[in-house]
């Protein structure tokens, strides 16, 4: 397939090498970075867009989609399909697409997790908002992506269960850092405090794959002096993107919102900038209550 994909920093770059090796026509562009191997580089994002049968984005925030989208729809034909990969607010999701319908070009916002090496090995999972016949279109591109696709509904869907998920996520590592720092207190051994969470009802991904204590279950960021990982400033940004979400459809989600503070505080004033987001256990068990 003939493909123009605008934005290729961290996550962009390894995802079109994937797809240029998988024999793909890519054409980039990036207002930075260099196109990886295999990728033919453009001169605009509009000169990447023209001809494209598919044009994806992997970029920072809404407010550069919204840009970019308005650069690249003008160059691309009716009835071809506009695959944004970046996550961002479910509001700009949902106007791009908008503003593609106007112009007779599909939509799918299909953020990722994974992280960069999942963009690397091309395992990571999309999940998809946008109608099934442009899911359908983009699904091959999504299979040499990553190794799972969920469809989960119209425009704005994809990043709608990305935040949840990632609120949820937010949420019980903070709870879970602070269970082994409240176990240090109450001199209970980490190690046997995970063996009982860990098969028992306070169990999540968090604890059991990611274990925010060092040395103790597989191998995550604390082994590695919480080198990220998912860094902390990446999860602040979904749980703002979730808390933005939540006054915009008027949800109550008050642990949504105080995850997103104390993380917010933890990469703005407390040195988590550049740290994985379960250094948030390092924060915690150094602190009393007050
Ligand atoms: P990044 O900053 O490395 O890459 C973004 C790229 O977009 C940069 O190279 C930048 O130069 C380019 N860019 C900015 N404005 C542009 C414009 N107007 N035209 C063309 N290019 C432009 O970020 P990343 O880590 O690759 O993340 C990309 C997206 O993926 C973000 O939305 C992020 O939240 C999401 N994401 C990242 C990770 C991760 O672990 N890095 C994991 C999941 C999701």
Redesign the pocket.
């Known amino acids: 397939m003939k493909i123009g994909f ?7 770059a390894p995802m079109a090498a994937n797809l240029a090796a998988a024999g793909h026509e890519v054409t980039g ?5 260099p196109p990886p191997e295999g990728v033919r580089a453009a001169a605009s ?1 509009a000169e990447a867009a023209r001809g494209a049968e598919i044009v994806i984005t ?4 809404g407010a ?1 989609l919204r ?2 989208a308005a650069e690249v729809l003008p160059a691309m034909a009716p009835g071809m399909v506009l695959l944004d ?4 607010d479910v509001d700009s999701a949902r106007a791009v697409a908008a503003e593609a319908e106007a112009a007779g070009v599909l939509t799918v916002d299909a ?3 994974g ?2 090496g999942g963009a690397q090995g091309g395992t990571l999972t999309f999940m998809a908002g946008g109608p099934v016949e442009a899911f359908d279109r983009v699904a091959p591109l999504l299979d040499v992506m990553g190794r799972k696709a969920v469809h989960c509904g119209l425009a704005g869907a994809g990043q709608s269960a990305k935040i949840c998920n990632n609120m949820i996520l937010g949420a019980t590592m903070i709870v879970t850092c602070e269970a082994f720092a409240l176990a240090d207190k109450l001199g209970l051994d980490r190690q046997a405090m995970y063996d009982v969470v860990s098969t028992s009802s306070g169990q999540s991904w968090s604890m059991t794959s990611y274990c925010p204590a060092p040395g103790i279950g597989p191998q995550s960021p604390a082994d590695n002096e919480y080198a990220p990982g ?1 860094a902390a400033e ?1 999860m602040l ?1 979904d749980l703002r993107l979730a808390q933005q979400a939540a006054e915009s459809a008027d949800a109550d989600t008050p642990v949504g919102e105080l995850a997103m503070r104390l993380y917010e505080r933890f990469v703005e004033s407390e040195g988590g900038t550049g740290k994985d987001f379960s250094a948030m256990l390092e924060r915690l068990a150094a602190r009393g209550r007050a």
């Open positions: 605008v934005g290729l920093g961290n996550m962009g562009f990036d207002t930075a970075a994002a992997m970029l920072p925030d550069i840009r970019v990969c970046s996550t961002v953020p990722v997790s992280g960069v998912f990446l940004k």
